[in-house]
Every structure is written in structure tokens, then in C-alpha cells.
């Protein structure tokens, strides 16, 4: 009897745990690679990985709407003519950014961009990312990566949100985003289920243990 009552706890906690490892994970969008050779333009393309969904748009200051281009090495922004297809505000022109909207509230672990240039004396590729009322400037914090650099954050720091805005900075900034990490903000409503299955599994196998000891 003993041995049905802990096998039966340590199967519940189990199944209450391996979805909480997976949900530890980061979703990742990965677009560096992903993409045409030229580029297509799409307004408002919907990618999902996981449990999350982000839909890409592109925008300027001035309130237009642009269209996100999509490439190989990942997505930029596109107003039409003789405009780049890079997230940019070059030759004083209106600056562009790309908003991401989760399905979900989500913390952001990292965010990779192509085409970025450090600089040697200072960056030249910069950003900001903005969400809710709160910002944080991208330029040469990232990890000096070759064709992609990345700026990750720990939990604790991470960005939180639904909403994000990545806003070029500086006549000399254009880049293209390579791709998201991210993760729910929140468990889900069946994962807290399971966490408490796991936990009563794990009391009710104390339990007996200890009634077989006395």
C-alpha cells in the first residue's frame, strides 16, 4: 500500500513540474534567416512560438503607418519611394520604430538586431525601447555578436509588458530586428492547477512515508 500511495505522489508532483520547466523556457522569434532574399512588405504579420503570439507593425514619429519588410535578416520598415528598408532616421528624415503587440503579457529576456554597427569610438546603431511609461536605451550594451547583436536581461530586469516600441536613435541608426525572447509574464491558469497537484502529491507522499516509519 505504502508503495502505490508514493508512487502515486511522486507522479503527481512529476507532472506538476515539467510544465513548470517548460514554461521557464524563452519563446524565441527567430527571423535572421527566416526570410525572402529580397524583401516582401506585409502591414501587420502575426508570428507565434509557443503559448505567444506578436504581431510586427511599423510606424514613423509623424504617425504613419508604414510597412514591415521582411527579409532574410530580419524585419524593418518601409515608407515607399527611395525610403530604406532598415528601421532608421537617416538624412533627417522622420524616425521610424517597430511596435510589438503580445497576446499576452509577456517579460522580455532579449532582443537581437542585424545590421548593427558598435562603432569604434561610439556607437552608431541605437535605440529605445519603450513600454508603458518606462524606456531604456540600446547602443553598445549588447553582445558584440558578428552578423547579430543581441541585449538580453535577466528576470529581475526584464522588460514587462503587451506592448513595446523599438525607435531608431541618431542620424546614422538603421538596423533591422533578428528576432525576440520572451517569455509569459504570468503562469498559466492550468499551470497553477498542476503546481498544486505536485505540491498535494508531494504532502501526501510525506505523509504515509511517515506513517510507514512510525
Known sequence: MFAKSHALGALLAITALAPLSAHALANTFQFYGNGPLADTVSVAPNYVSGSLGVTMRAFDTTGKSLALAIRFDGLGAYGGGLDA???????????????????KAVKLNALSFSSWENGLFGPLDQATLSWGNQSLALGTNNDHGLLVKTFSWSEATAPAGTVFKITSVGSLSAFRLAGIGAT?????????????????????TARHAKRATV
Open 85 to 103: 528598408t532598415e528601421v532608421d532616421s537617416l538624412l533627417g528624415g522622420p524616425v521610424e520604430y517597430l511596435e510589438l503587440t503580445f497576446n
Open 184 to 204: 509569459a509574464a504570468v503562469p498559466e491558469p492550468t499551470t497553477l492547477v498542476l503546481m498544486g497537484l505536485g505540491l498535494a502529491g508531494v504532502a501526501f
